[in-house]
């Protein structure tokens, strides 16, 4: 399993970023997929997943404002986020499980004036 990010950077509050995993070595198109985010000095937190059909799951707090898409003809996951908040700065990472034991090195997301 290989998991590539990409498509972090910095961002002003309210703005917006879309996050790319390129993901090879296994089926792609038959796995649930998640984004996850660490914060600095705190957990690995679950963002959002997308299950092989499209069907779509966000955490509570970030409904509305991130959104997550497959294109399984590319092996690849996006993470489209907008109306960013300084609390959204955090590494973001892609993974084949919901607890993250298995993504890949993540991409950095600062959200700063």
């Known amino acids: 399993v290989q998991l590539v990010e990409s498509g972090g950077g910095l961002v002003q509050p309210g703005g ?3 996050l790319s ?6 089926p792609f198109s038959r796995y ?23 069907s779509t ?9 991130f959104t997550i ?20 700065t955090a590494v973001y990472y892609c ?3 919901g607890s993250g034991h298995e993504r890949g090195q993540g991409t950095q997301v600062t959200v700063s004036s």
């Open 16 to 18: 917006s970023l879309r």
């Open 21 to 26: 995993c390129a993901a090879s070595g296994f």
């Open 32 to 54: 649930l997929m998640h984004w996850l985010r660490q914060a600095p000095g705190k957990g690995l937190e679950w963002v959002s997943q997308i299950d092989p059909s499209g």
């Open 57 to 65: 799951y966000y955490a509570d707090s970030l409904k509305g404002r």
């Open 69 to 88: 898409s497959r294109d399984n003809a590319k092996n690849t996951l996006y993470l489209q986020m907008n109306s960013l908040k300084t609390e959204d």
């Open 95 to 97: 993974a084949t499980d």
